[in-house]
């Protein structure tokens, strides 16, 4: 057996290994799509492994050649098609489906072109090379923010373009792709070729797997820290969430303020009218937090009927005006179930992160304005003044 065919047989069953792995994370997660195209990607893979291995035993191997050409461009456009569904992108179905069959009625025309002519090498490798770049163009153009992973991977897919254009070249510097199409896997470019589509086509799918472990991990990570029906940070995710929004308005030199709230008389609310009363009035407090934060802003529900927010970037006036204008707001909102002449308030307490304490200190302020914006008779704003002797000012009361 000759080096590429040992090759071959690698990637054969590389392919049908990825193929099993990306179907287990389709399986795991079955609304997404794009594991399912990457699988089917590498299932097709398998196919044109299977069909290069078998091109010496055909006398006429130009339709086996075709077939292998086309299938290996169909596993390119699975893989973006993935790609797509994990990006966010619509996938070009229609322009790469239209390229798969022009390109394929090429290199059978081509075939009667002499073997070792740069136009009919080049007409079986720049198809691929051209779907590297389209799957580079589909990350490229996500509204997600590409993390270090992405980033990778786009360079990857672009060597691996590279690589594809590069191959005629190659092919041409070793001596050919072998005197006929049965002859090819006994060829030192067959070796260099298919040496070079393992490496990038398994850098591909780990990266991918990677990609996708790393997104199901986050979203499980997200679904533990959300609170079910307030749809914000629980007081873990908060806690979390809120030190690392902390730690980075410290490096940046920027000042952080947090706010604390508390719905007033919030027992007698469930007592009169019923939990389900209760908790619509969580959700719409909730609701005005996620509407009057920015994105960079962390809300959570720390307590019952406690809310906390971390506003980086924003000193204690600013936050003293976020707080009594989510106040006046909130007091003046009708809430269904309720009623229309019963309106709720909340209680706040503010407080400016200082040099020399650390997000719990930051804390432990502002839930103590917060206790004397509820000894002060509620729905009022209090703010700390400052870490020594625990002064709180008056803000405002309604």
Not at 61 to 72: D, G, L, N, S, T
Not at 173 to 193: D, I, M, R
Not at 350 to 356: D, G, Q
């Amino acid at each position: 057996m000759s080096g590429a065919n040992f090759i071959l047989l690698i990637n054969l069953s590389v392919a049908g290994l990825l193929a099993a792995s990306f179907l287990a994370v389709a399986l795991h997660e079955t609304g997404r799509a794009a594991p399912r195209w990457l699988a089917f990607g590498y299932l097709l893979g398998m196919v044109y492994f299977a069909i290069e291995f078998s091109i010496p035993a055909f006398d006429n191997a130009r339709p086996v050649v075709v077939a292998a050409f086309a299938v290996f461009l169909g596993a390119t456009i699975a893989f973006n098609g993935g790609l797509a569904h994990k990006y966010g992108v619509a996938p070009p179905w229609a322009p790469m489906l239209f390229f798969l069959l022009a390109t394929a009625v090429a290199v059978y025309v081509v075939q009667d072109l002499p073997r070792q002519s740069l136009p009919r090498m080049m007409a079986y490798q720049l198809p691929y090379a051209v779907m590297q770049f389209i799957g580079l163009a589909i990350v490229w153009s996500s509204k997600q923010r590409p993390a270090r992973l992405d980033r990778i991977l786009m360079a990857v897919l672009a060597a691996s373009g590279l690589q594809f254009a590069s191959k005629p070249f190659i092919a041409h510097a070793l001596g050919g792709w072998g005197a006929n199409p049965q002859a090819y896997v006994q060829s030192s470019y067959a070796l260099v070729s298919q040496s070079l589509g393992t490496v990038f086509g398994l850098a591909l799918a780990l990266l991918m797997l990677a990609i996708l472990v790393r997104d199901v991990l986050a979203e499980v990570t997200s679904r533990s820290e959300t609170d079910t029906l307030s749809r914000l940070l629980n007081r873990g995710g908060f806690t979390r969430q809120a030190e690392l929004a902390v730690l980075g308005a410290m490096r940046q030199g920027v000042p952080v303020a947090l706010v604390i709230a508390d719905l007033d008389h919030f027992k007698s609310v469930n007592d009169s009218f019923g939990h389900a009363s209760g908790d619509r009035v969580i959700e719409t407090f909730a609701g005005f937090l996620r509407e009057a934060a920015a994105g960079h802003h962390v809300a959570g529900r720390i307590g019952g009927e406690e809310f906390a927010i971390i506003l980086p970037g924003t000193n204690l006036a600013a936050a003293r005006l976020f707080a009594e204008g989510t106040r006046s707001a909130f007091g003046a909102l009708p809430i269904d179930g309720l009623p229309a002449d019963n309106r709720c308030t909340a209680s706040f307490g503010v407080a400016e992160l200082h040099p020399s304490e650390d997000f719990a200190e930051l804390m432990r302020r502002a839930d103590q304005a917060l206790y004397q914006a509820k000894n002060a008779g509620r729905d009022c704003v209090r703010v700390s003044a400052g870490p020594t002797g625990e002064r709180v000012a008056t803000a405002s009361a309604g």
